[in-house]
């Protein structure tokens, strides 16, 4: 019996269009698969849009169980191996560094080697790293292996989301890379729940060996879910006019400007004049969601300890009630971008996330610093949900994954490597992280009016109707 998803049919059962044709000798053995088969057509939903749903959607989920532990446990972290918030920011700023790396170096193999395989390794690899932390006997050992933990998971940013994107409706293509992206505050709700629960009961170590079973999830990547119909025809695409070329054929008009553009060295083809304008957009947007994430995301336990006397327990309880609203902004979010377009998903959210935000750094009482916390988490949170659909929807396929890793990498270098000291140093110079934060509300408006003045509308195109 087939189920209704977003007002369409959901069932198992694989397509069979013979509609389906391939476009050269790599899509015709995948369509040997019925999996990729499933995929390969945009008119109804199947099991196997939801394996990869899925997948996505649990690697995000462990991406911001990591990231949050990471967080709330630093006050215990630089307790135990003695290092002041100098040394501690310099172990972070390392760490983000080495994963800077990783953010790049994942998805540009995966434009080369496709993205399912790469997605279920670098997954594997993070399972692998996360014990290392949890048994790291220094604060040296404690910084190289989070690095690595980092340099697999980033990884998943790209790939995951450009697998999704690839492989769903165009119709749904918002909707549903920002449900995906919203698992990543259930991620940081269970951490609430491990600093709560487990951290006080068996000490910090232990939150970093439950996500370790994140292993199980490359093996469910590799079995159920397909490759990209899109990444196969852009190599089967090359592959005809290649032969072409070296046999002499004369490539029509459309070939020929395409292949002088793909054959160029991935980093240069986003600087080429018809897509320095898209680079620029995407990687501001990534850059400005990092500026915000890494002060307040990074610094708000430290900030509560701090400014207002809350113990582990207690930011632990908050954070697992941020990371549930935060859901539901991402989740609407991508409700309305489907809906209403790109463009206003992103002021909604940024607006109402700058307002809360606002409030609760001036909240003085622990009422309003709840109910102002999980208000501004709807918008702060739900705007990466629109964040991350952009940054796949803007790079064509060819590029695609160059284009995401340099946006994030770039972004991840200004807002994890750089930004921290201004944070920082704000902090010393006033005591508080309190003016460090009300920057950010600054940051989000500024972003919000590029995107809504700037910005394409991609609502709803097919991905070679956006770029080629």
Request: aromatic share 14%; glycine share 10%; proline share 5%.
């Amino acid at each position: 019996m087939s189920t209704t998803t977003f007002g369409v049919a959901r069932g198992p059962t694989p397509i069979t269009d013979p509609a389906l044709t391939a476009g050269g000798p790599l899509e015709e053995r995948h369509l040997g698969s019925p999996a990729y088969r499933n995929v390969a057509q945009q008119q109804k939903l199947t099991g196997t849009h939801w394996h990869i749903a899925w997948a996505n959607g649990l690697g995000w989920g462990f991406d911001g169980m990591d990231g949050a532990i990471f967080a709330l446990v630093a006050p215990m972290v630089m307790a135990e191996f003695a290092v002041g918030l100098p040394e501690y920011r310099t172990g972070v700023q390392i760490a983000m560094l080495v994963g800077i790396i990783g953010l790049y170096l994942w998805p540009w193999l995966a434009d080369r080697y496709g993205r399912r395989n790469l997605l279920a390794i670098n997954i594997a690899m993070f399972s692998l790293m996360m014990p290392l932390v949890a048994f790291a006997p220094s604060w040296g050992f404690f910084v190289a292996a989070y690095a690595m933990c980092r340099f697999a998971l980033n990884g998943e940013w790209a790939i995951g989301s450009m697998l999704v994107a690839e492989t769903w409706p165009a119709r749904l293509r918002g909707r549903i890379v920002c449900a995906d992206r919203a698992a990543w505050g259930v991620g940081a709700a269970l951490a609430g729940t491990i600093t709560a629960f487990v951290v006080g009961n068996w000490g910090w170590r232990a939150a970093f060996i439950l996500p370790g079973v994140v292993a199980l999830l490359a093996i469910y990547v590799r079995l159920l879910c397909p490759e990209s119909p899109y990444w196969v025809r852009t190599m089967d695409r090359k592959r005809r006019i290649r032969e072409h070329l070296s046999h002499g054929t004369r490539l029509n008009e459309d070939d020929s400007a395409w292949i002088s553009k793909a054959d160029k060295v991935g980093v240069r083809q986003l600087f080429l004049p018809d897509m320095r304008r898209n680079t620029a957009l995407a990687t501001f947007v990534a850059t400005t969601n990092l500026i915000a994430f890494s002060t307040v995301g990074l610094w708000m336990p430290l900030f509560l300890k701090e400014a207002h006397g809350w113990s582990a327990a207690e930011y632990g309880s908050f954070y697992i009630a941020w990371g549930l609203i935060g859901v539901l902004g991402i989740a609407g979010a991508g409700w309305i971008i489907d809906r209403f377009g790109r463009r206003l998903g992103f002021l909604l959210m940024l607006l109402e996330g700058a307002l809360f935000l606002t409030l609760w750094v001036y909240a003085d009482t622990k009422p309003m610093l709840w109910t102002y916390g999980l208000l501004w988490s709807i918008g702060f949170l739900g705007v990466w949900g629109p964040a991350t659909t952009y940054t796949t929807e803007i790079y064509p396929t060819r590029i695609r994954g160059t284009g995401n890793g340099f946006s994030w990498a770039v972004a991840f270098f200004i807002g994890y490597v750089l930004w921290p000291f201004v944070a920082v140093w704000l902090r010393e110079s006033t005591g508080s992280f309190a003016a460090a934060f009300l920057l950010i509300p600054v940051v989000m408006l500024l972003q919000g009016a590029v995107v809504w003045f700037y910005s394409p509308e991609n609502a709803g195109k097919d991905l070679d109707g956006i770029h080629v």
